[in-house]
Nanobody, 123 residues
Framework: QVQLVESGGGFVQAGGSLRLSCVAS????????MGWFRQAPGKEREFVGV????????YYADSVKGRSTISRDNAKNTVYLQMHSLKPEDTAVYSC????????????????WGQGTQVTVSS
């Protein structure tokens, strides 16, 4: 089992920045691909980005590419999502997820999920 806890959400004005954190406990964090997803009210959950365990490669959704950076600190069992130039359409609950095998964009490929942290961007 892997337990994930997100933090760092909050209210921010459009154009601002936030850094979300996701702390993992349980199994060996360094062996998991770590993804970020978000879900806005009335919408389906959406892939934001992922960082792989093997090479540390990152992949992003087009909607956040160029405005977001995912990084991980295996010594702290933590993955980060740094977002800047935030837009009102970035408002959502952001969740991190862990996956052992795929490192992909599909939420069904992820085995463990955090509870999420709310990000609200005002215009």
């Amino acid at each position: 089992q892997v337990q994930l806890v997100e933090s760092g959400g909050g209210f921010v004005q459009a154009g601002g920045s936030l850094r979300l954190s996701c702390v993992a406990s349980g199994r060996t964090f360094s062996n998991y691909n770590m993804g970020w997803f978000r879900q806005a009210p009335g919408k389906e959950r959406e892939f934001v980005g992922v960082i792989t365990w093997s090479s540390g490669s990152t992949y992003y959704a087009d909607s956040v590419k160029g405005r977001s950076t995912i990084s991980r600190d295996n010594a702290k069992n933590t993955v980060y999502l740094q977002m800047h130039s935030l837009k009102p359409e970035d408002t959502a609950v952001y969740s991190c997820a862990a996956d052992r095998h795929y490192g992909g964009r599909n939420d069904y490929e992820y085995d463990y999920w955090g509870q999420g942290t709310q990000v609200t961007v005002s215009s």
